[in-house]
Nanobody
Framework: QVQLVESGGGLVQAGGSLRLSCAAS????????MAWFRQAPGKEREIVSA????????YYADSVKGRFTITRDNAKNTVYLQMNSLKPEDTAVYYCALDKRATVVYTSPGEYDYWGQGTQVTVSS
């Protein structure tokens, strides 16, 4: 059974930093594309960033380019999201997702097979 467990969320002031982690289990992690999505109250779930199975390809939403960095450690079955220069509009529940096809880095939530339970990120002004 595939499990994704996020950690690292919390409350931070604007301009601060957080690092989210997502630990995967239950399949060969290195074969999968991994992504971070977020969902704010009353809004649709949106992609934040994604990384291909060996990290050769990455994707960032325009709203986070230059501030967020996605990385993965296949030996630890973990994907990270380093978030710097946080803004109040980054406040959301952040979800880790896994796409087992690993052929293209997709940006739509519907393309992902497994999801974590989410971790809350709150940025105060």
């Amino acid at each position: 059974q595939v499990q994704l467990v996020e950690s690292g969320g919390g409350l931070v002031q604007a301009g601060g930093s957080l690092r989210l982690s997502c630990a995967a289990s239950g399949r060969t992690f290195s074969s999968d594309t991994m992504a971070w999505f977020r969902q704010a109250p009353g809004k649709e779930r949106e992609i934040v960033s994604a990384i291909s199975r060996i990290g050769a390809r990455t994707y960032y939403a325009d709203s986070v380019k230059g501030r967020f960095t996605i990385t993965r450690d296949n030996a630890k079955n973990t994907v990270y999201l380093q978030m710097n220069s946080l803004k109040p509009e980054d406040t959301a529940v952040y979800y880790c997702a896994l796409d087992k096809r690993a052929t293209v880095v997709y940006t739509s939530p519907g393309e992902y097979d497994y999801w974590g339970q989410g971790t809350q990120v709150t940025v105060s002004s």
